[in-house]
């Protein structure tokens, strides 16, 4: 590994190679992103008051894993500021190799077909022919969703705030919302819109397109009326549709009477409205309608669990990802029924997909319990709930915070700011990691060990 980082580019007869795994990469480049973010940060245009290295780390580190957490208002950032941060949310969510390749296919340079492979697995997309097509399609649908998301956007705040500011604020939400970043340019992101319906329809239906994933959007767009979709996309459609009907009952029911938060809503319009958002975005969207930490401690508990479970796979969004979850849940359907494999939809699922789930899953509370932690040593003097939601917010790269964010002390930021990486790279690379296992010619005997 210290050679392949030494040496990271070898040359090869049909040109320059990149010698890192998928994992090193991935790692590098978001960090990579995040120092030259820190460093434009820190410059005095940036921000109306200049700010300390640890809260620019923050602030860019942050964006660029499409999180939203803040130890500063994104209001207190200059245009140039702001601008900053919409490229690092840009980059960071369709995924800095995706847009290295659309650069190198608009120059017309050809990808080997190891940066194919590399691409090909950080878009969970394995039909080398049919990636140059696949990177096209990414970049245009995002083109497309993020400006037609500006302009209707702007019919709602362009009255209100003029030409230029309407359509800057539009611009903005409408990329950090696709992109499930969770940045506003309000210190309240959108609690003075809960009843606007334009703006909640806009900004959750951006969020929601950009979190299935651009295998089940490619498929969608490039879907005929005879043809079948496949078992990915059938999973990722069901899921999402059950978890945000199962969410936004929940929030309905645990918080309708709260004057905090749905009960301080007049009319049932508004209050809907607000249940839905808050329904949908914890799917790592991480702009919020209500008060966040005015919620319930059943509804926050809820919230927490659906920024663990997060959206599809190889989308904007972060988590264990809705496949995951549903994987698990059919395993433990196929015992208890005695099965000897998972099924779904009449397909069967294979053992590496499997273990695949397991070791995502466990990964992923392994890290949450590891931040929770830290922060509960660096933080004594915070509620253990806020914490753990805070916790479980950087791990998926929501962006919610109950409002202790910009309390953390700076160890406690830097224990945030890591756990957004890993939450970030994390699932992708031990997904890598697993397809990649060796396989040995030789088996272990078997030992009986018992479960529960």
Not at 84 to 106: N, P, S
Not at 113 to 138: G, Y
Not at 367 to 392: H, N, P, R
């Amino acid at each position: 590994m210290r050679e392949r980082l030494r040496r990271p580019v070898r040359r090869a007869p049909h040109g320059r190679v990149i010698t890192l795994s998928l994992p090193e990469l991935l790692l590098l480049g978001f960090l990579a992103l995040s120092a030259v973010g820190t460093l434009l940060l820190s410059l005095s245009i940036a921000a109306y008051h200049p700010l300390t290295w640890h809260q620019a780390l923050f602030t860019a580190t942050s964006a660029v894993t499409v999180t939203g957490l803040g130890v500063v208002d994104t209001s207190s950032l200059t245009w140039f500021g702001q601008g900053v941060v919409l490229v690092l949310i840009q980059v960071g969510g369709l995924g800095f190799m995706t847009c290295a390749a659309m650069m190198m296919v608009m120059l017309g340079v050809r990808l080997p077909m190891n940066q194919k492979k590399l691409i090909s697995e950080s878009l969970d997309h394995t039909s080398f022919p049919s990636l140059i097509q696949m990177v096209r399609l990414v970049m245009i649908f995002s083109l497309i969703a993020e400006l037609s998301g500006t302009l209707l956007l702007a019919f709602a705040w362009v009255p209100d705030y003029g030409l230029a500011e309407g359509l800057w604020v539009s611009a903005f939400h409408a990329i950090s919302a696709f992109n499930n970043a969770g940045f506003s340019t309000w210190s309240g992101s959108l609690t003075h819109e809960v009843a606007d319906p334009l703006v909640n329809a806009v900004i959750s239906l951006l969020f929601i397109t950009g979190g299935l994933g651009f295998l089940v959007i490619a498929e969608l767009v490039n879907w005929r009326p005879a043809a079948r979709v496949s078992l990915h996309t059938r999973i990722v459609l069901h899921a999402t549709f059950w978890l945000v009907v199962v969410a936004m009952l929940a929030v309905l029911v645990l918080e309708w009477q709260n004057p905090a938060t749905l009960g301080g809503l007049d009319g049932l319009g508004a209050r809907f409205q607000a249940a839905w958002f808050q329904a949908v975005t914890p799917r790592t969207a991480g702009f919020n309608t209500l008060d966040t930490g005015a919620m319930s401690d059943p509804t926050a508990l809820l919230t927490m669990f659906w920024m663990f479970i997060g959206a599809g796979s190889g989308s904007t969004a972060s988590g264990i990802k809705v496949t995951t979850l549903v994987v698990l849940l059919l395993v433990a359907r196929a015992f208890l029924r005695g099965e000897a494999r998972p099924v779904a939809f009449g397909r069967s699922l294979p053992d590496n997909t499997v273990m695949e789930a397991v070791a995502v899953a466990l990964a992923g509370m392994l890290l949450i319990f590891t931040c929770l932690l830290i922060l509960t040593i660096t933080e004594s003097g915070q509620t253990f709930l806020d914490l753990a939601f805070e916790s479980v917010s950087a791990f998926g790269t929501v962006g919610l915070s109950r409002g202790i964010t910009g309390e953390l002390s700076v160890p406690g930021q830097l224990a945030i700011i890591l756990t957004m990486l890993l939450g970030r790279v994390g699932p992708i690379s031990l997904g890598y990691l697993i397809a990649k296992r060796k396989i040995k010619g030789f088996r272990y005997a078997e030992g009986k060990v018992h479960i529960g």
